[in-house]
């Protein structure tokens, strides 16, 4: 009877998780288009700014980039990200990572 009970609650977890993902990451693509596409393009081609589809940094990285800018290059995202929380730039960089 608790294996029963565990696999019930391993799988509602499971179910939960897999509906947020798809949500966040929607949160992070309507952000996107509207902080980001101009530059980077609708679906991360590339345009002003460089692609980011199918880019080989992690979520993590692409956060942090977000959050300070690049030291290398000018970093005008900058200010096309001024009033983005670190969730909101967190759900970019996971909708980021799902450009192919």
Known sequence: MRLTKFIVLFVICTLA????????????????KAKCAACHGPEGQGKVGP??????????QITDLLAKGNDTK??????????VSADD????ADYVKTLK
């Open 17 to 32: 998780i897999s509906i947020a993902i798809p949500a966040f990451a929607a949160d992070g693509a309507a952000t996107y």
């Open 51 to 60: 692609a980011v589809k199918g880019a080989t940094l992690t979520a993590d």
């Open 74 to 83: 000018k970093a005008p995202h900058k200010k096309a990200i001024a009033g």
């Open 89 to 92: 730039a967190k759900a970019v």
